[in-house]
């Protein structure tokens, strides 16, 4: 979901931009009235998740324009009776609601529309970036199909049975304990560390004398026994430094 994009509000003055409510409360004066009068004072404060000052803010310009209505409407009156005898102030006030004004405040319209192009650029940026986002995870997508095309075959080179390793994807990336005991390997292969789930793994009494470097990568292991092979005190070393949180079984 697109988050809200935070402007800044710049005062009549053209020296003066509010960003934060600090800002604010350090430069009151009568050239907020711009922003309050075009509700643009409390979409600031709403973006910066500034709910209650944004409710009194609309709560005060919805008082204003229903004082104002009232003002104009006896403003008219006393204008038209210049001219003539007197004016009912029903009539003026239904004159008042056909009336629509024509002027536009051009200086917080253009700020307005510079406020749209930064949100547009922003926009365009979160989507770039959502685009790389999504290249890098098809990336990753396809190297792990890679992996686990890999360990699929070393399984079967080795006469791993289906009940330890799956021959489905789905299944391998779900795979909690993976038990390859008594198998006489010699070696591990490094697509063993796609099996990201992994949380016990047994390789004891087998053939191995070095570990592939992929096994710090599974970081949800809990417990690796892997006595009955014949490692190196530095393999030891290294296994316990990678794998800080798991049991190991030498």
């Known amino acids: 979901m697109i988050k809200p994009i935070k402007?800044?509000?710049?005062?009549?003055?053209?020296?003066?931009?509010?960003?934060?409510?600090?800002?604010?409360e350090e430069n009151l004066s009568p050239a907020l009235f711009e922003h309050f009068h075009s509700g643009k004072l409390a979409k600031w404060l709403r973006v910066r998740k500034l709910e209650e000052h944004a409710d009194k803010v609309e709560a005060l310009r919805t008082q204003y324009l229903d004082d104002k209505n009232e003002l104009d409407v006896k403003l008219f009156k006393n204008l038209c009776e210049i001219f003539v005898s007197e004016v009912s102030e029903e009539d003026a006030r239904e004159a008042m609601q056909d009336y629509q004004p024509a002027t536009i405040e051009q200086n917080s319209n253009d700020e307005e529309i510079e406020s749209l192009k930064a949100e547009i650029e922003a926009l365009k940026a979160e989507i770039e970036e959502l685009k790389i986002q999504s290249v890098v995870q098809e990336s990753a997508?396809?190297?792990s199909d890679e992996e686990f095309d890999k360990l699929i075959e070393w399984a079967e080179k080795n006469n791993i049975s289906?009940?330890?390793?799956?021959?489905?994807?789905?299944?391998?990336?779900?795979?909690?304990?993976?038990?390859?005991?008594?198998?006489?390997?010699?070696?591990?292969?490094?697509?063993?560390?796609?099996l990201?789930?992994?949380?016990?793994?047994?390789?004891?009494?087998?053939?191995?004398?070095?570990?592939?470097?992929?096994?710090?990568?599974?970081?949800?292991?809990?417990?690796?026994?892997?006595?009955?092979?014949?490692?190196?005190?530095?393999?030891?070393?290294?296994?316990?430094?990678?794998?800080?949180?798991?049991?190991?079984?030498?």
């Open 141 to 143: 997508n396809n190297e």
């Open 7 to 24: 402007f800044d509000l710049k005062l009549s003055d053209g020296t003066t931009t509010l960003r934060t409510l600090d800002d604010l």
């Open 196 to 250: 990201s789930n992994l949380t016990d793994l047994s390789v004891y009494n087998n053939q191995l004398t070095t570990l592939p470097d992929s096994l710090e990568m599974l970081t949800n292991l809990t417990s690796l026994s892997i006595f009955g092979n014949p490692l190196t005190t530095s393999t030891k070393d290294w296994l316990c430094k990678k794998l800080p949180n798991c049991k190991i079984y030498f």
């Open 162 to 194: 289906e009940d330890s390793i799956p021959r489905n994807k789905e299944k391998l990336v779900n795979l909690s304990r993976l038990y390859l005991g008594d198998n006489r390997l010699t070696m591990l292969p490094k697509s063993i560390g796609v």
